[in-house]
């Protein structure tokens, strides 16, 4: 798995969120489905260098396709996580780790999940997120 390989997949995803993502996300905001949960897409990462990274790529692609800066939030441990700036926020960048401290109120608004490096679920303490994700869905 080489660096040309994770570009791809990179492009890949972007590919897939403009594609699939995107268009409800745009509906959503637009209010043209009142009945369902505003899109907001949660992106868990393990480290603050993954997490910054995408932050800073994901948010400079969708800005230039119309998307305002208050749709994307980099959960921060410094920062306390305002609700309002969750709810106006359509892609949440978040740490395992800080998670564990705000995942409640994260996960009562999200729709949609993509976890970085999925086999750190193994572990107990991701774990515990991912149950927090899913008892919050049902």
Known sequence: YDNKERGENKKRNITFLEEDFVPR???????????????????LVHTKAIRDATYTKFAAHFRARGFPNTSFLNVQA????????????QFVFCLFQSFERVGDE????????????????????????????????A
């Open 106 to 137: 994260i996960a009562q608004h999200v729709t949609h999940v993509i976890i970085d490096e999925c086999h750190h679920l193994l572990a107990a303490t991701y774990r515990e997120v991912y149950r927090t994700l899913v008892h919050s869905s």
């Open 78 to 89: 410094a920062n306390s996580l305002s609700l309002q700036s969750l709810r106006k926020a």
């Open 25 to 43: 996300a745009a509906s959503s905001s637009s209010g043209s489905n009142a009945s369902q949960k505003p899109f907001r897409l949660l992106f």
